[in-house]
């Protein structure tokens, strides 16, 4: 992998890393969690329970207000029976039966006169409930009436009321909400007759409580049924999020895998059965890819392995055909000369790129590797005393723990994995560049240099084989874009991890092994 020569053709800089502070203005987004159902089991039972609701809701409101329309209803046909006899007794009792008998309790009366009240009083007997009922010179019981202080509200109610004997609502101040008459009487005066309103709300407010009661155990029942309801009907549904689960849960990435998973639901006639068919297809198809692909691999991974190892010899014998030309003691022309000195590098070079190929091939396949217990910190220091002999122009700093490292791993393996991250920052930054070299007690190793940074384009692929960020450059130097598919590749080995931070003027690889 390549990084640009100088600063001046770096590309645009990567996404800022661990030591680059996030801008002020960018702030991570807290979801506020409410109680809103998240599930579909409990937005359908949730659903249900609104539309049950807004039901009773709707039913309570009507049967209390058709309940009250009858008992006004009943009350009016009352008050026109009455007629203003009640009122006219007022002024005349005991005259052609104007009195207060068979008057209901909490039955008003009053008289106008020019536009003023002369009389007004209530029925009060057994409405009341806290006065003894009246009893005549006869000691027959009847209704005993009371006269009714007015406020001024109440004064200009009664004097606004249209005398054409419809009734009408009227709150009174002393007596609360009635329902009134005015008709006109035969002494040209106004006769109001009203009977309470309060116990047609007495009963509408029985009758509310009683529906909320109904209501709120219906609802209870109903969240309970709906929840076993809407459980049974999603099972298939739960058995498609549990295949997908158990699909998602393999390792799909490389190597052999069967996808003999399917969903047991696949009725077309249901929504579920119609999702749990094109699951299953999607499933065979991603097994039949997945099959190819892995055919795919292993074709090619015994081929680079065969062609690797049948190129061995062929090129080792080529190398020392050119050495031994180039020691003839007889005098050799300088173009021949030429050209058997770069058959020779060639073929070295050559031979460096198959050893590397098997490598790989050796790792893809799964072979075991030689576990000791190594010394990291021996591996940095003849690692970085290597790379100062080979690029002394760079600046080669190395940061050691007190106690030396020693972790679990192939020794060889590890010294090619400092060795490949040390040629890469030497061989794509200039001189003058420092390269450090980190070793943390926990196994924990960092090559980071302050040269020009991997172009944030390339930086997802630099762990591919065969990547190159500048071909010319990389033929030039000899990079074969295999150093870090190698560091990758011992290191997930050993199960460990390496990742890359690049920004221009820092870039850092991240080596992590187990310690035990």
Do not use: K
Not at 68 to 86: E, I, N, P, T, W
Not at 443 to 461: F, K, N, Q, S
């Amino acid at each position: 992998m390549n990084r640009p020569a100088d600063p001046d053709t770096a590309a645009p800089a990567a996404p800022a890393g661990p030591d680059t502070a996030a801008p002020a203005a960018v702030r991570p987004v807290r979801r506020r969690r409410g109680l809103r159902p998240r599930t579909l089991r409990s937005r359908m039972v949730a659903g249900l329970l609104v539309l049950l609701a807004l039901i009773c809701a709707g039913i309570g409101v009507a049967t209390c207000e058709a309940l009250r329309h009858f008992l006004v209803v009943r009350l009016d046909q009352q008050l026109s029976a009455a007629g203003g006899r009640y009122a006219a007794s007022l002024e005349h009792p005991g005259q052609d039966g104007h009195d207060t008998r068979g008057q209901a309790p909490g039955t008003f009366g009053a008289r106008l006169v020019g536009g003023g009240v002369t009389h007004a009083s209530v029925v009060c007997g057994a409405m009341a409930g806290d006065e003894d009922d009246h009893v005549d010179d006869t000691g027959s019981t009847g209704e005993a009436d009371a006269a009714v202080p007015l406020a001024a509200a109440d004064l200009s109610a009664l004097r606004a009321l249209p005398v054409d004997g419809r009734p009408r609502d009227l709150r009174l101040s002393r007596l609360g909400p009635y329902r009134v008459a005015a008709v006109a009487g035969d002494d040209h005066d106004t006769l109001v007759t009203g009977l309470p309103l309060h116990p047609v709300d007495e009963t509408v407010r029985h009758l509310l409580w009683i529906e909320l009661v109904v209501f709120a155990a219906a609802l209870a029942a109903a969240a309970a049924a709906g929840t076993l309801a809407v459980r049974i009907a999603l099972r298939p549904l739960d058995r498609v999020v549990a295949t997908a689960e158990r699909v998602s849960a393999r390792p799909l990435a490389s190597g052999a895998v069967d996808l003999a998973e399917r969903v047991p639901d696949d009725d077309p006639r249901t929504e579920v059965g119609r999702v749990g068919t094109a699951l299953n297809r999607l499933l065979g198809h991603v097994a039949d890819a997945l099959t190819r692909r892995q055919d795919v691999e292993e074709r090619l991974r015994a081929f680079a392995a065969d062609a690797s190892h049948e190129l061995r010899n062929p090129v080792a014998t080529v190398r020392g055909h050119a050495e031994l030309a180039l020691r003839h003691p007889g005098p050799v022309p300088a173009p021949v000369r030429h050209s058997l000195e770069r058959i020779s590098a060639e073929s070295r070079r050559m031979g460096t790129i198959v050893e590397d190929l098997l490598l790989l091939a050796r790792l893809d396949a799964g072979r075991p590797l030689a576990v000791q217990d190594t010394d990291l910190t021996r591996i940095a220091l003849d690692c970085t005393a290597d790379a100062r002999a080979a690029a002394p122009g760079h600046r080669w700093l190395l940061e050691l723990p007190a106690e030396p490292v020693t972790v679990p791993g192939d020794p060889h393996r590890l010294a090619q994995v400092v060795t490949n991250l040390l040629a890469n920052a030497r061989t794509h930054t200039p001189d003058g560049t420092t390269v450090t070299l980190h070793l943390d007690p926990s196994g924990r190793l960092t090559v980071t240099d302050d040269g020009p940074g991997i172009p944030p384009e390339l930086a997802p692929h630099v762990f591919d084989r065969f990547t190159r960020g500048d071909r010319a450059r990389s033929r030039r130097t000899g990079s074969t874009g295999l150093g870090l598919a190698i560091v990758q590749a011992v290191v997930h080995a050993h199960h460990g991890t390496v990742t890359l931070d690049s920004t221009p003027g820092r870039t850092t690889f991240t080596v992590t092994l187990a310690t035990e």
